[in-house]
Structure formats: structure tokens, C-alpha cells
């Protein structure tokens, strides 16, 4: 059972903290964080409210459009919400969602009001705080919970790959099937598009997917997530067909080599840049280290891409913590020869263990 209270609580102890006089709260995934993170992303309007405001004590208030009304009663922790509607004839505390707000900010006596997105409200100071997505970068046990829930159903439909990915398939035959059976295996939504990238596709990271037949030569990139009670998974498994060439064989045994030499290395304490600078060097040695274009990894949760960030630019200060899941997923990238990517997702246990989620 997700504790919002316990939430809302550290928000109002950040609150207090920089003397503050509340926290609007807009980021769809935040206010998913803070009511009904059950929600997936890829659902329609993306969370129940649009709005929560913390006070700096009691119980926070969210708004709601008249179209969600009835869900935000059943569907959402906050109790106290308010709605606007432009329709006459439908009761609500104002005719848009501009009137509610400055409503509640004037009852509320607000001066500084913490915001997470850019906001400007006539006669108040509005700094950005990112204490929320700090707060969602370390997840709970229940979070830990959703989230295996949703790897495995990715890694159960990676042992059906081979049986998915074989020449002679488009790649929009594969994405038909894959996305089918993650909906088989229990996700609730598909986590983002599925990318399936064959052959010369392959060379880009990301690839729009299309009616390109698999030959006997590719090398395949299936990057593909599943939703499962609100949260993602994301990984990538890259399939090599019955004659790839001696080259792409390199290059995947490198990636591979990387990749475990990477998940070896993270632990609690680590900084996330070391974990890239690690794959970088082996990347040199190989003489490839031209060809990884994109960072190391990313955290995951409530959005597919979140704190804390794998890569070679992240501040030495950022260390990896307890609680931390997220990807790593190095890539090999070469014009006329072909792409490499694996990535899993990891999670920084208690005691400094890390383990694939």
C-alpha cells in the first residue's frame, strides 16, 4: 500500500525548509507520485489531477477538470480536490483551471511557493524545486515491488525473442507481436513505442520502426518496456541472425563485455559517472569508443526516464544510493556494419548489493 502521507509530509518539511508558503505541484508523473501512481503514464490525460498544492501543514489540495471528477473521487488519494468547468450548469469552484489555483494560493496566503515547472503567479516568487524528483530517484519497497513485476514480464517475453525475431518478418510483424505478448504476460500498458531496428536500421539508437523484412545478416535492436501498476521497465536485447557477419559478432561480445563489467562495478557510493567512464575505456581499447553516442543509463520508475542519470557528465558528487533503479544499457553504433545494444535494469539493494530488478 503506497504511503502518501509520508509524502506529502517530506514535501512540507521542504516546505518549512526553504520558508516557503506551499508547492504546486504540475509534472503529470509528480502528481502521480503523490496520489494515484497506479496511473500509467501512457493513459489517457496521464494522471487523475492536474494540479496538487501542499500547504505547509494539513492536507494538500488537487484540481481536477469536471471530465475527471468522478475518477479523482475513486482514483486518487487526495481527498480535498477542487474542479473547474466551463459549461454552465455543471457545479465547480471555477470556470478554468487558472481561477481555481489562484483561488486556493489566495486563501492560502501565499507569498514563495515552491513550483516543480516554470509558473508565474502575479505577486509571488515561484522557485523551481526538484525535491520531488530527488525524492522519486530512491524508491520504497512497495515501488521495488511494481517494479520487478514489470521487468520480469519484459524479460519473459525476451525468451520468446528468438521465436519473434527471424528473417523474413518486418520489423512492424515484430513490434505487432511483441507488444501482444506483454499484454499476454500481464502489462497494463506498453512502457513507450517499441523500437525494432533490423539490419542497417540498426546504426541508429533510436529508430522509427517500419516495413523493412529481417535478413539473414542483421543484427537486431528491440528496445521495448512494460507498464505494471503505474511503473516501467526498459530494456533492450539486440538479436543476431544466422549470418552476421564476424564483425557484428565483435562488436555484440563487446557490448556484452561491458555491460557485466559495468553492473559488477555499481554499488552504493559509486558516482554514476564512473559507470560510464568504466564502458568508455573498454570502448577505446576495442577502438569503438567513437560510436557510443548516448549515455550509459538512466533511472526508471514512474516515467521511463528519471533520476539518477548514468553518465559520463553527471557531477562526481552524484553517487549511486540504496534505492536506486535504473538502466544500463551500453551501445555500439557502426555506419555500414551495424548496432549493439543491451541494456537491463538494476537496483541498488540494501547493503550495497546491486541485482537486476
Not at 503567479?121 to 513485476?149: C, Q, W
Not at 557477419?245 to 554514476?272: H, N
Request: proline letters at 5%; one cysteine or more.
Amino acid at each position: 500500500m503506497t504511503d502518501y502521507k509520508k509524502r506529502w509530509k517530506d514535501i512540507q518539511k521542504e516546505i518549512a525548509r526553504q520558508e516557503a508558503d506551499g508547492f504546486l505541484v504540475s509534472n503529470y508523473a509528480n502528481i502521480r507520485y503523490l496520489s494515484c501512481s497506479h496511473v500509467a503514464e501512457a493513459f489517457p490525460s496521464s494522471s487523475v489531477l492536474m494540479y496538487i498544492f501542499v500547504p505547509p501543514k494539513g492536507q494538500p489540495i488537487g484540481v481536477a477538470s469536471a471530465l475527471e471528477e468522478n475518477r479523482a473521487k475513486y482514483d486518487n488519494a487526495v481527498k480535498d480536490v477542487r474542479t473547474f468547468a466551463a459549461y454552465d450548469g455543471i457545479p465547480a469552484d471555477g470556470k478554468t483551471m487558472g481561477d481555481v489555483i489562484k483561488g486556493i494560493l489566495k486563501k492560502n496566503n501565499v507569498k514563495t511557493l515552491l513550483t516543480d515547472s516554470p509558473a508565474k503567479f502575479y505577486g509571488i516568487k515561484t522557485p523551481r524545486s526538484g525535491h520531488i524528483l530527488n525524492m522519486r530517484a530512491v524508491k520504497d519497497s512497495e515501488e521495488i515491488s511494481r517494479l520487478r513485476k514489470a521487468n520480469r514480464i519484459a524479460l519473459k517475453a525476451a525468451e520468446a525473442l528468438p521465436d519473434i525475431v527471424v528473417p523474413g518478418k518486418t520489423e512492424l510483424d515484430v513490434v505487432k507481436e511483441l507488444d501482444f505478448k506483454l499484454r499476454d504476460l500481464g502489462a497494463e500498458a506498453i512502457a513507450f513505442s517499441t523500437i525494432v531496428a533490423s539490419g542497417p536500421h540498426s546504426w541508429f539508437p533510436h529508430h522509427d520502426v517500419g516495413k523493412r523484412k529481417i535478413g539473414k545478416r542483421d543484427a537486431v535492436v528491440v528496445d521495448y518496456g512494460a507498464y505494471y501498476q503505474g511503473y516501467c521497465s526498459d530494456i533492450t536485447r539486440t538479436l543476431l541472425m544466422p549470418s552476421v557477419s564476424k564483425k557484428v559478432q565483435e562488436i555484440y561480445d563487446v557490448v556484452e563485455e561491458s555491460q557485466k563489467t559495468a553492473i559488477r562495478k555499481a554499488k552504493a557510493g559509486v558516482p554514476l559517472r564512473d559507470l560510464e567512464a568504466g564502458i568508455r575505456e573498454l570502448f577505446k581499447e576495442y577502438g569503438y569508443n567513437r560510436y557510443f553516442c548516448h549515455s550509459t543509463g538512466h533511472g526508471i520508475g514512474l516515467e521511463v526516464h528519471e533520476a539518477p542519470w548514468v553518465r559520463i557528465t553527471s557531477p562526481k558528487k552524484d553517487v549511486l544510493v540504496d534505492g536506486n533503479v535504473f538502466t544500463i544499457e551500453p551501445g555500439i553504433y557502426v555506419p555500414e556494419v551495424g548496432g549493439i545494444r543491451i541494456e537491463d535494469d538494476i537496483f541498488i539493494g540494501s547493503g550495497q548489493k546491486v541485482q537486476r530488478v
